[in-house]
């Protein structure tokens, strides 16, 4: 699956913005979707996963009540829609695929494929 995320920019804090990744091939629904995200001389940051039907979300605890992922299985996307954005969440946001066999996946080495990050800026 080739990966294509999108919706990045500059906001200030206390903004909102929605984060989408569009996905190709036809079986989209077979994949657990998570978000990273990576800021400048960090590791990359587990941000949130959703199950392949999308009934269950899972996010780190910085995110929680913050950020909200969803997908859509019949268009192929999966979005995050964030809110209440910190200066501290100025990093490249990365979608990504894993076909592994769980509900949802934390770690990034689970997951297999990437698409080309977009980069959101939060200014104080």
């Known amino acids: 699956v080739q990966l294509q995320a999108s919706g990045g920019g500059l906001v200030q804090a206390g903004d909102s913005l929605k984060l989408s990744c569009a996905a190709s091939g036809r079986t989209f629904s077979s994949y657990v979707m998570g978000w990273f995200r990576q800021a400048p001389e960090k590791e990359r940051e587990f941000v949130g996963s959703i199950t392949r039907s999308g009934d269950a979300k899972y996010y780190a605890d910085s995110m929680k009540g913050r950020f909200t992922m969803s997908r859509d299985n019949a268009k192929n996307t999966v979005s995050l829609q964030m809110s209440g954005l910190k200066p501290e969440d100025t990093a490249v946001y990365y979608c990504?695929?894993?076909?592994?066999?769980?509900?949802?996946?934390?770690?990034?080495?689970?997951?297999?494929?990437w698409g080309q990050g977009t980069q959101v800026t939060v200014s104080s």
């Open positions: 990504a695929a894993t076909s592994g066999s769980g509900t949802w996946y934390r770690r990034s080495q689970s997951y297999d494929f």
